[in-house]
């Protein structure tokens, strides 16, 4: 007897389609969900961003508006969501603060379960944001029918923010890559990239040009291991606000010609896999899927001791871990790393090991089985 199919269908709120991890996140997760069980759909606010490409063709996305320039644009994304939501059985903010907000306040009307996304410390995350946001969360996050945290760092910062977020309505799910994919996309060839034809060390990080990536230490680290004799390259990956004052940087210490801000890479895999070391330096993140994504390609990582990182590399036996903000530390974390080699074949190997665990296989139906739960009532 054929085994009957049914669909639950889901609308994923998002900002826009930029480059960040909760899109990508976003893109894979409505790529993995069993399409014989949901029918995923994805509206997003505003149509801008570089993984608009990468949306599946077999998955449905509602554009609210071409761009937005105003608060009336704002209120016409949000009356559109209110329009499309009804025909939804739930509704997934995924993205902190307004995508949930929006989210949220459709679901109410159409009393629908509303689950928020939340990807980062918010304890953290909310000081860098208007004190509004802060009113929002508290608000608006204690009655969601379901909280979904990228580590257990993350659900912690929550509960602490807001007390009010009852126990059972908040859970802990790892991020997760398509290892294989990874693998795969890493095999193309790099055009026009001088660092590899160089026989010199290549560091590589990969991040939105902001303040909370620590950027700017790790430039200073790298200025310091240059300074103490050995010949380096850095590549930073991503595009952000900062570009400015991070080349303005690089040049007044004198390292502009040894590193490589080429902006947003379609691929930074091959990038990442020439490498000979992946460095993390935020000051608070999170997840930090990119450190999955390194591991994955046998490059050993030297990341901060902020939330997600941590977990990842579990207290350092995956990885080497330092204080965020701390020049020095990198720079002698960085430095070991590269006259070892034995250490960094034997991270690369167990890195490799323990990526396993944030596959789409092992991650992917928790996300199935919550989201059946949800439907049947017994996550709210």
Request: some cysteine.
């Amino acid at each position: 007897m054929q085994q009957k199919q049914y669909s639950i269908k889901i609308l994923f709120v998002c900002r826009d389609m930029g480059g960040g991890g909760a899109e990508r996140l976003t893109i894979d997760l409505v790529r993995n969900l069993n399409k014989d069980r949901f029918k995923p759909t994805l509206f997003i606010m505003e149509k801008r961003g570089r993984l608009l490409d990468d949306i599946p063709s077999d998955i449905e996305a509602i554009f609210a508006t071409e761009k937005i320039r105003s608060k009336y644009d704002y209120l016409i994304c949000l009356l559109k969501l209110i329009l499309y939501a009804r025909r939804y059985q739930i509704i997934v903010g995924t993205l902190e603060l307004t995508p949930t907000y929006y989210a949220w306040l459709a679901g109410l009307l159409w009393r629908k379960p509303v689950l928020g996304w939340v990807h980062i410390a918010v304890d953290k995350f909310l000081k860098h944001r208007k004190q509004f946001h802060t009113l929002l969360f508290k608000t608006i996050y204690p009655r969601l029918n379901g909280i979904i945290c990228v580590s257990k760092a993350v659900c912690r910062s929550a509960r602490e923010l807001c007390p009010k977020i009852k126990s059972d309505r908040i859970q802990v799910i790892y991020n997760f890559i398509d290892i294989e994919n990874i693998r795969d996309k890493s095999l193309e060839r790099i055009h026009d990239n001088p660092s590899y034809s160089e026989k010199i060390p290549v560091i590589v990080a990969c991040g939105r040009l902001h303040y909370q990536k620590g950027f700017d230490v790790l430039i200073r680290a790298h200025a310091n291991i240059i300074r103490n004799g050995m010949k380096l390259k850095l590549i930073i990956l991503g595009e952000g606000g900062a570009r400015r004052q991070l080349v303005a940087l690089a040049k007044d210490i004198g390292v502009s010609g040894s590193i490589l801000m080429p902006g947003f890479a379609d691929n930074p895999y091959s990038i990442i896999r020439r490498s000979n070391v992946f460095v993390l330096s935020s000051r608070y993140e999170g997840f930090g899927l990119v450190v999955c994504e390194a591991m994955a390609l046998g490059v050993p990582v030297i990341a901060t001791e902020c939330e997600g990182p941590v977990e990842i590399l579990k207290d350092g036996k995956y990885g080497i871990l330092i204080p965020p903000d701390n020049e020095q530390k990198l720079t002698e974390a960085i430095e070991s790393l590269l006259k070892s080699s034995k250490l960094r074949e034997e991270l690369s190997k167990i890195g490799k090991e323990r990526v396993k665990l944030f596959s789409a296989r092992n991650i992917v139906p928790l996300w199935d089985r919550m989201f059946e739960d949800v439907v049947l009532n017994k996550y709210v």
